[in-house]
């Protein structure tokens, strides 16, 4: 809600600054509307799961099991916001094109202002479930701090990029992924200065490199295959192709334990399929 109103207030304002009419900065401010939509899709679950887990790890606090709280903390950053980012930034264009087939000019504008809020995608995913850890911890007040820290970041961003004609528009997505990702540094030091350990390498490099393979896979896939069953159809059997191989180099590269799929439906049958130990 904050970076929206930061937007809405600076946005229009600084590309007209910049030299703009008020149609052209106003068509620009449309066509980036469109790819925070996009932005905004991955986060109604990707918020949800930072809510749910925090009752288990308060329940591990207040037994003083340090290690169960760390390795709750380890499994909750999502492992879905990953790719959802990598799609976003890889595909913009055909992802956009599902909904908005009839302004393709809009797309071409919004498209590359999508890829630049891939990062965000995952840095809101992290602020939400480091929000939910800090509280567990009963460090409800931190949070605040970080996000006031992370709205001055976006202000100041917005207000200095925007008015460079040759930024213009990209400077409000770069903008909000600099502020969340600020707010997400900041959790992620008070987690750590507070008690709870994590491993670095479990929770982000291992479901770093997966969804960099899969970037890559999809970046060079969708051509091909847009070009047999048409750019629709492409797109979503890419993205299909992609979750897969997603899944199983996350299962490679050991970043989904066990004990992380048996707290799905149906677990024990999934983890046995995968032959996961």
Do not use: W
Not at 11 to 19: H, T
Not at 102 to 116: G, H, I, N, Y
Not at 220 to 233: E, F, N
């Amino acid at each position: 809600s904050l970076t929206n109103l930061i937007d809405t207030f600076l946005v229009v304002r600084r590309l007209q600054e910049a030299g703009m009419t008020s149609p052209e900065a106003g068509t620009l401010y449309g066509a980036y509307g469109m790819a925070v939509k996009f932005f905004n899709l991955p986060q109604t679950i990707i918020v949800g799961i930072g809510t749910s887990v925090l009752p288990a790890i308060s329940a591990a606090l207040a037994r003083r099991n340090r290690e169960q709280a760390s390795r709750l903390t380890e499994s909750s950053f999502p492992l879905l916001a990953l790719p959802c980012a990598v799609g976003l930034a890889v595909l913009p264009q055909p992802i956009m094109d599902l909904l908005y087939y009839q302004q393709p000019e809009d797309v071409l504008v919004a498209a590359p202002t999508l890829t630049l809020l891939g990062p965000a995608v995952v840095f809101v995913a992290m602020q939400s479930v480091s929000n939910a850890i800090l509280q567990a911890q009963g460090k409800e007040k931190l949070p605040v701090v970080s996000m006031a820290i992370g709205g001055a970041v976006k202000l100041i961003t917005n207000y200095t990029l925007i008015a460079i004609p040759a930024i213009n528009i990209r400077g409000a997505p770069i903008g909000t992924s600099l502020c969340y990702g600020t707010i997400t540094v900041l959790n992620l030091i008070f987690i750590r200065h507070y008690g709870i350990p994590f491993s670095f390498t479990k929770t982000f490099l291992k479901p770093l490199i997966s969804a960099g393979v899969m970037g890559v896979f999809a970046y060079l896939m969708y051509p091909p295959v847009s070009g047999v069953i048409g750019s629709k159809l492409g797109v979503l059997a890419v993205i299909a192709l992609s979750a897969v191989l997603y899944l199983l180099m996350l299962i490679a590269t050991r970043a989904l334990p066990k004990e992380d799929i048996l707290m799905l439906p149906k677990g024990e049958k999934i983890a046995k399929i995968l032959r996961v130990k």
